[in-house]
T-cell receptor, first 112, second 113 residues
Framework: GENVEQHPSTLSVQEGDSAVIKCTYS??????FPWYKQELGKRPQLIID?????GEKKDQRIAVTLNKTAKHFSLHITETQPEDSAVYFC???????????FGTGTKLQVIP | DTAVSQTPKYLVTQMGNDKSIKCEQN?????MYWYKQDSKKFLKIMFS???????INETVPNRFSPKSPDKAHLNLHINSLELGDSAVYFC????????????FGPGTRLTVL
């Protein structure tokens, strides 16, 4: 089955600094890579996703980069703010199988 | 309008009891899922359904039985609850399978005493 490794498990940054979270997947057939944010006590929500026909996608302070050869993708958050504090999950769905394997999560703390 | 809703939000019960969690989505999605999130925040898929048919059953004990009466509903029934079943259970839905955004319900926090 699909293996998704996510690092680091916890990350503390000063407000205004950048944060990078990395995921590695095992199935070379994967073509869709979403990132979800889960605030304390809330549901996971999609913040950005990328499909394998592009190498990078940006949405304001958030960006995702994909390296299909190395089978890893990363979430970049610039100019972090306290409201970015949450648990972030990557995922590597398996097309045609209706199955999503989530990474183990990264707890991001932004210190004001 | 709530896209994916779950009831109840909290469930506290004794070991050995049977309980159900209900999920409904009004997004017109074809695929629905149940996830279990444990105390370490790991999010693990339990089941997925596509158009009322079971697609994925991720080695979940057969005490857990999903039921999809129609495309918009996916309920979860749990028999003989055990302490290890305590977790937050999330329902989710997506359009046309796993290669699209998943919309999660608010979660049901199950505590087994």
């Amino acid at each position: 089955g699909e293996n998704v490794e996510q690092h680091p498990s916890t990350l503390s940054v000063q407000e205004g600094d950048s944060a990078v979270i990395k995921c590695t997947y095992s199935d070379s057939a994967s073509n869709y890579f979403p990132w979800y944010k889960q605030e304390l006590g809330k549901r996971p929500q999609l913040i950005i996703d990328i499909r394998s026909n592009v190498g990078e996608k940006k949405d304001q302070r958030i960006a995702v980069t994909l390296n299909k050869t190395a089978k890893h993708f990363s979430l970049h958050i610039t100019e972090t703010q306290p409201e970015d504090s949450a648990v972030y999950f990557c995922a590597a769905p398996k097309e045609g199988y209706q199955k999503v394997t989530f990474g183990t999560g990264t707890k991001l703390q932004v210190i004001p | 309008d709530t896209a994916v809703s779950q009831t109840p939000k909290y469930l506290v019960t004794q070991m050995g009891n049977d309980k159900s969690i209900k999920c409904e989505q009004n997004l017109g999605h074809d695929t629905m899922y149940w996830y279990k999130q444990d105390s370490k925040k790991f999010l693990k898929i339990m089941f997925s359904y596509n158009n009322k048919e079971l697609i994925i059953n991720e080695t979940v004990p057969n005490r857990f039985s999903p039921k999809s009466p129609d495309k918009a509903h996916l309920n979860l029934h749990i028999n003989s609850l055990e302490l290890g079943d305590s977790a937050v259970y999330f329902c989710a839905s997506s359009r046309d399978g796993s290669y699209n955004e998943q919309f999660f319900g608010p979660g049901t926090r199950l505590t087994v005493l």
